[in-house]
């Protein structure tokens, strides 16, 4: 068998591209699933799969490839935020994002635990946000499904650690790149006054959480918080 895979939701990310263009996974054999036509860095190493998140995700015509891996790494990204209030947000929209930013997370997560119970080795990364969990104005739909998501994270830590299986999540805070670029001056300003260091986020800082929560297999049901501080 082959060392490593990692499995990628949300490839098109605004966050997974900028970790690949700054160079990190240099080299890693990836396998990503994307539901958008934003640019998108393509490499040898890895395999893109242009996919409907609103439907069921089914990987069975891929799955051979991701069971010729003895170690498999599921790195949730997928996240999509509409911006509107409670009462403006409609039945469509809510469950829109419920299923590109939790149900596709739960739907890979059981396509890839039965073979990473097989292996006796998985790891399970989900990506949330602080300033999303902590919720705000407009952000209904985005702040429950992020939460949803960890709740997910939290249940398969408890019945799948025995499998030498962890499952964790990391807190991003503020980084210059996707919804931290669209934000007025005033509100950027707002925000950095509530970072201790008053900077955002470097890209390095998510690899490395990344790396440690892989190479730890003591490390279960955690979240550690990759935001400066900001609360």
């Known amino acids: 068998m082959k060392e490593k895979i990692y499995i990628i939701s949300g490839g098109s990310s605004s966050i997974f591209q ?4 700054e160079k990190y996974f240099v080299n890693e054999k990836i396998f990503a699933i994307y539901n958008s036509s ?3 860095i ?3 190493n890895i395999n893109y799969l ?3 998140y609103t439907k069921k995700v089914n990987l069975k015509k891929h799955i051979k490839i991701i069971k010729s891996y003895k170690k498999i790494i599921f790195i949730n990204f997928a996240s999509n935020k509409t911006n509107k209030t409670f009462l403006n947000i409609s039945n469509d929209e809510f469950l829109r994002d419920f299923k590109i930013n939790t149900l596709s997370y739960f739907d890979i997560a059981k396509i890839v635990l039965p073979l990473m119970i097989k292996n006796n080795w998985g790891r399970i990364i989900n990506i949330s946000s602080t300033g999303g969990e902590k919720g705000d104005i407009g952000t209904l739909t985005y702040t429950s499904t992020k939460l949803a998501s960890n709740g997910i ?3 398969i830590s408890k019945e799948f650690g025995r499998f030498n299986v962890t499952s964790n999540t990391i807190k991003l805070g503020n980084f210059k790149t996707g919804m931290y670029l669209n934000l007025s001056e005033k509100l950027k300003k707002k925000i ?8 955002t986020g470097n890209f390095s800082n998510i690899y490395k959480a990344i ?3 892989i190479n730890s297999d003591y490390t279960n049901n955690a979240t550690i ?3 400066g501080g900001y609360r």
């Open 42 to 44: 393509k490499n040898k």
């Open 50 to 52: 242009k996919f409907n």
């Open 225 to 227: 918080n990759v935001d």
């Open 153 to 155: 994270t939290n249940i």
């Open 38 to 40: 934003k640019k998108i």
């Open 211 to 213: 790396n440690f929560l």
């Open 18 to 21: 900028k970790l690949l263009s």
């Open 192 to 199: 950095l006054k509530e970072i201790p260091s008053g900077k």
